[in-house]
Structure formats: structure tokens, C-alpha cells
């Protein structure tokens, strides 16, 4: 069975962040990856969890450039 979708604002909240910041984020490439069904944009939970693993930091200057 597939994890439900998630909706921008269900995905902002467990990030701590906004929607306009999810938003931006898809525009420039560097969110989580989406599914757009029409005009609608929505998550797999998958993913999320997957993007927020690859973007783990053990120091402030772990940044990669981007």
C-alpha cells in the first residue's frame, strides 16, 4: 500500500516553513520532489522524508554548493 499524499500546507507545517517558501523551492529545483495532478500540487510522504535525509548537516559550513 502507497503512502497518502500530502498537501503544500501539511508539508510546510512538519518542515516548520510556509507554503510561498515550498513554493519558491519547487520553481528553483531544490525542494522535495512534488506530483502535480492539474492545477494541484501534492507530496509522497516518501519523499519528503527522503529529501529532508539528503539534506542533513553535521556543521553550518557543510553546505554544498549550489
Same mark, same amino acid.
Given at each position: 500500500?502507497?503512502? @497518502?499524499? #500530502?498537501? @503544500?500546507?501539511? *508539508?510546510?507545517?512538519?518542515? /516548520? %516553513?510556509? %507554503?510561498?517558501? +515550498? %513554493?519558491? =523551492?519547487?520553481? $528553483? &529545483?531544490? &525542494? @522535495?520532489?512534488? *506530483?502535480?495532478?492539474? $492545477? $494541484? !500540487? +501534492?507530496? /509522497?510522504? =516518501? =519523499?519528503?522524508? #527522503?529529501? %529532508?535525509? #539528503?539534506?542533513?548537516?553535521? /556543521?553550518?559550513?557543510? /553546505? $554544498? #554548493? !549550489?
Amino acid at each position: 500500500m502507497t503512502a @497518502p499524499l #500530502a498537501t @503544500p500546507e501539511e *508539508v510546510a507545517q512538519y518542515l /516548520r %516553513t510556509t %507554503t510561498t517558501k +515550498l %513554493t519558491n =523551492d519547487r520553481y $528553483r &529545483g531544490i &525542494g @522535495p520532489k512534488f *506530483v502535480k495532478h492539474g $492545477r $494541484r !500540487v +501534492l507530496y /509522497r510522504w =516518501d =519523499d519528503v522524508h #527522503a529529501w %529532508t535525509e #539528503a539534506n542533513l548537516l553535521q /556543521r553550518t559550513d557543510d /553546505r $554544498r #554548493a !549550489v
